[in-house]
Nanobody, 122 residues
Framework: VQLQASGGGLVQAGGSLRLSCAAS????????MGWFRQAPGKERELIAA????????SYSNSVKGRFTISRDNGKNMVYLQMNSLKPEDTAVYYC????????????????WGQGTQVTVSS
């Protein structure tokens, strides 16, 4: 699976952004997907995960209630809708594909796209 993330940018606190991840490869629709982020000086963290069918999702406490992960297997796309953005959401965001149908174990994500920068100003 090859992944290409896009949609980052600069937004004011309280604003919204939608990140997109375009995937190539015939196995896309059978694997779980996740969005990670890494802020300067911090470890990369898994913030949202979605199962192969889209029927199961999971979020980190830091984004729960504000971010929504979704996927469109017909278009080979995964999305991250980010609302009520805060300055602490500033980070490089990555999409990744797991080797399983669904997982919240960061170590199970084997395929990575390039990151897209999200900057939230106060």
């Amino acid at each position: 699976v090859q992944l290409q993330a896009s949609g980052g940018g600069l937004v004011q606190a309280g604003g919204s952004l939608r990140l997109s991840c375009a995937a190539s490869g015939r196995t896309f629709s059978s694997v779980g997907m996740g969005w990670f982020r890494q802020a300067p000086g911090k470890e990369r963290e898994l913030i949202a995960a979605i199962s192969w069918s889209g029927g199961t999702t999971s979020y980190s406490n830091s984004v729960k209630g504000r971010f929504t992960i979704s996927r469109d297997n017909g278009k080979n796309m995964v999305y991250l809708q980010m609302n009520s953005l805060k300055p602490e959401d500033t980070a490089v965001y990555y999409c990744a594909a797991a080797g399983l149908r669904f997982t919240t174990d960061s170590n199970k994500y084997a395929y990575w796209g390039q990151g897209t920068q999200v900057t939230v100003s106060s």
